[in-house]
């Protein structure tokens, strides 16, 4: 938000939060929502939240999501989410389509 006050807050319980959300003002002001800041978002301890093959592929998104800018990031992460009715298929499908750093292929 730019205020203070919410800098010194979000500081104070920055600590014991388990998930950080970042909102992005450049893509709300081009009216793409959810406007998330993909890179700057996420979760901590993710490892005990879910299965190792889903940290995987979690981990192998995160790294093409990185690669992008934001506008691409977050218009690909809601394409893919739309083309799936499930996190499971959502997450199929990020394993197929993602390539494996160093080969090339999955």
Request: proline share 3%; hydrophobic share 35%; no cysteine.
């Amino acid at each position: 938000t730019g205020s203070r006050m919410d800098e010194v807050i979000f500081e104070e319980f920055k600590g014991t939060g388990n998930m950080e959300l970042k909102l992005d003002r450049k893509l709300s002001e081009k009216r793409i929502f959810p406007a998330v800041d993909v890179d700057a978002s996420g979760t901590r301890k993710e490892e005990i939240l879910m299965a190792g093959d889903e940290l995987q592929i979690i981990w192998k998104l995160r790294r093409v999501l990185h690669a992008l800018d934001q506008q691409q990031a977050i218009e690909l992460l809601l394409d893919k989410m739309k083309q799936t009715k499930s996190n499971t298929e959502f997450l199929l499908q990020i394993q197929k389509t993602t390539p494996t750093p160093g080969n090339g292929t999955d």
